[in-house]
């Protein structure tokens, strides 16, 4: 099964390369990852025997309602302007409408629609006044296929390039492949809760009835439990077998209050107190797995590196691992000064090409034991990244990374203790999860020369407000962050958006003001742009959400968030922290479209009114309980495929449970049941703790 799993989707017939690729960055590259991408809604399609009679009854339908017509195509013209969309007439006996195709190939689609030819269309109507179109529609084929296009069908959240309907034909298929596995769950258990085996569970969620969406589906909390079960035994198994070996006892630096004296600021009470408790840890020895939670810009950073210094006194190494490659580089900035000060070797290390030579060196630097800190991305994660004496792992970000990957980290030292940090304050059931039962510390003040920031909510209309208020901002020399959201199905349409937001902006404020900054830029490229905006010589960054976490530029006194309501609660405050970090008094804007829905307005004004971190992590959970999506995806807490945390903390609890008892019974996984439990583990990519079972 394992290996049936692991497969390529290029094993699957009907699987070219091109859809691979699309595929593959949908959601992952083998059958397993896409056996576990479901349908997130349904949609009902309804089929109309003419245009009048869909127009008769277009006002009477949900608005989310889909339609299929067979019609004819009268003409296919060329974009008006650049950048716009191709128009495709279409008409019948009784009217007319467009078929509209943004950033499409014009003879691609002349190519495959032949003119005065009778054709199923089928997709979302949208409406213009009295007169309707349909963007991108679903299907457009010879009028046989009717059957699969009326009645309610599965919709998969879906990237450009990619339809539906490709999505689903290739689900079936590797759905129909899909061996039957051993049963790992036990049998008085699928019996009480009348739950179905595994197959048949990923089969009903993928070709789901409008009940199956629900939590309490017994199908979604089968492959939850397994998931919540996975999980907790691997925490359990990599945490017994790791933590018991003890660590090494390192005492206190001696340094510490002359380099103190050396910072431009006085450590808060809090970062005292939280520094002396993460102190202890390393002195004793045991080994240390302590989670350092601090609201954004809290000042984790500091506190972390006199945990560095702690070890590096010692001759030992650390580690601070970051999710993203800017966040990488602004630590590497930020404590560049102090080791020097202390005489001490820091470095980074980042997956981008251009460092590559650099990356060689300090991997030998590492090796040899001659370099005591270094900064990086995942790539300190890689298999040829070998440390003399690893002591501590920094985690910044930590939801970021999974299990695996802090213990991918934390496996390179023989004594390493781990510290995670998080400005997303972690609820108690999620801190269960993720760590079982470890240290936690808390930063539960700011530094006081904070001032606090006023966030405004309003209309997207009033756009040109924002932007004359702009200028009065720019005389002062402070900064602006401008953030354009992501889109959900497409990137491509998430980039123009920044894109042409960024040229609006230049064109009112000069180019040289205005800098753009996007995820699939390049890292140098990303670098440049924000230290020119650290320098100032950048005053405005129009930015899609990849600057999210932890940037600190203390001028930035202004952020605007396009479309506000597209995002995550934690997310908005995650992005609201970028700014007030300095002596000025600093805004957040939120724009947002009309037609809010209920959630996203609580979530608007939850923000307007409080600035606790805390309070909105537990909003946030709240809110995403009630099956919003967007948020639980933005959030940076899906770390679960199928489990909710908020819907299935029952499941939860009983995982854990059952993770115990199976662990005293069967330690290694060598029972009838262990063996098949292995299977489940390596379904959901365990496979560090299968390594630590065998090595012992
Ligand atoms: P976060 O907790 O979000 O990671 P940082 O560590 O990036 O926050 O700190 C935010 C900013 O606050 C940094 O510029 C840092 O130098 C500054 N800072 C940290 N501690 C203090 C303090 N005690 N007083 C004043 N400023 C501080
Ligand atoms: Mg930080």
């Known amino acids: 099964m394992e290996n049936f799993l692991n497969y390529p989707l290029s094993s699957l017939p009907g699987v070219g390369p091109r859809t691979r690729m699309l595929l593959k960055n949908l959601v992952g590259d083998s059958l397993q990852d896409l056996l576990f991408f479901f349908p997130h809604r349904l949609v009902e399609r309804l089929y109309f025997p003419s245009i009048h009679a869909y127009l008769r009854s277009a006002h009477t339908l949900k608005e989310d309602t889909f339609i299929t017509l067979i019609v004819r195509i009268n003409q296919i013209s060329r974009p008006t302007r650049k950048g716009g969309p191709i128009k495709v007439h279409v008409e019948d006996d009784t009217g007319s409408f467009d078929l509209m195709f943004f950033n499409s190939n014009f003879q691609y689609l002349q190519k495959k629609l032949m003119l005065f030819q009778d054709v199923l269309v089928s997709g979302r109507p949208t409406f213009y006044g009295k007169k309707f179109q349909i963007n991108h529609p679903d299907y457009i084929g010879a009028p046989a296929a009717l059957p699969d296009f009326r009645g309610s069908s599965p919709v998969y959240p879906l990237t450009a390039g990619l339809s539906n309907k490709v999505v689903a034909s290739v689900t079936q298929t590797a759905l129909k492949m899909a061996p039957d596995v051993d049963e790992w769950l036990r049998p008085e258990l699928l019996q009480t809760r009348q739950w179905p085996s595994w197959k048949e569970a990923l089969t009903t969620l993928h070709c789901p009835k409008p009940i199956d969406f629900l939590p309490t589906c017994p199908a979604r909390q089968r492959l939850a439990y397994d998931e919540l079960l996975a999980q907790q035994l691997t925490l359990l198994l990599s945490r017994t077998t790791s933590f018991t070996k003890s660590g090494l006892s390192t005492p206190a630096s001696t340094r510490i209050p002359s380099f103190l004296k050396s910072l431009p600021f006085e450590l808060t009470v809090c970062q005292t107190r939280v520094f002396k408790e993460i102190s202890e840890d390393l002195s004793s020895s045991r080994r240390m797995l302590r989670l350092l939670q601090g609201d954004v810009g809290s000042g984790k950073t500091v506190v972390s590196f006199l945990a560095a210094l702690q070890i590096s006194d010692q001759n030992a190494q650390v580690a601070f691992l970051a999710p993203t490659e800017i966040l990488a580089q602004q630590h590497f900035k930020t404590m560049s000064p102090w080791a020097e000060s ?230 908005l405050h995650q992005l609201r922290g970028r700014v007030g970090r300095g002596e000025d008094e600093s805004s957040c804007l939120l724009l947002y479209a009309e037609g809010l829905s209920e959630i996203a307005r609580s979530r608007l004004s939850i923000l307007r009114e409080t600035n606790d971190g805390f309070k909105i992590a537990e909003e946030d959970l709240r809110l995403r309980g009630s099956g919003d999506l967007l948020g639980v995806h933005q959030s940076g807490y899906d770390i679960f495929k199928v489990a909710d945390l908020y819907e299935h903390k029952d499941l939860l609890e009983m995982a854990q449970k059952e993770a115990r008892l199976i662990f005293e019974k069967d330690p290694h996984l060598l029972s009838e049941q262990g063996v098949k439990l292995r299977n489940l583990l390596s379904l959901f990519n365990r496979v560090h703790v299968l390594e630590y079972l065998t090595a012992g």
């Open 342 to 571: 202390l005489g001490l070797s820091l470095d980074i290390l980042s997956g981008s090409s251009s460092q590559r030579k650099h990356g060689k060196d300090v991997k030998n630097r590492l090796k040899e034991g001659v370099l005591s800190l270094v900064v990086g991305t995942h790539a300190l994660l890689e298999d040829d990244v070998i440390f003399k004496d690893l002591r501590l792992v920094v985690v910044d970000e930590q939801h970021r990374f999974g299990v695996e990957q802090r213990l991918k980290l934390f496996k390179k030292g023989r004594h390493s203790d781990i510290l995670a940090m998080s400005a997303t304050p972690i609820p108690r059931t999620l801190q269960l999860v993720n760590f079982g039962d470890m240290g936690i510390s808390v930063l539960h003040e700011k530094p006081k020369n904070r001032k606090p920031i006023t966030t405004r909510v309003l209309p997207l209309n009033r756009i040109d407000d924002v932007i004359n208020g702009i200028t009065r901002i720019l005389e002062k020399n402070q900064r602006i962050y401008w953030i354009c959201p992501l889109i959900e199905e497409s990137e491509k349409l998430d980039l123009t958006a920044a894109q042409e937001r960024f040229l609006s902006l230049q064109h009112v404020f000069g180019e040289k003001v205005v800098g753009l900054l996007h995820g699939k830029m390049k890292s140098v490229e990303k670098e440049n742009v924000m230290s020119s905006f650290a320098r100032g010589d950048i005053q405005i960054l129009v930015s899609t959400t990849v600057i999210e976490v932890g940037i600190d530029i203390k001028e930035a006194s202004l952020m605007v968030i396009e479309h506000a309501e597209r995002f995550g609660l934690s997310q």
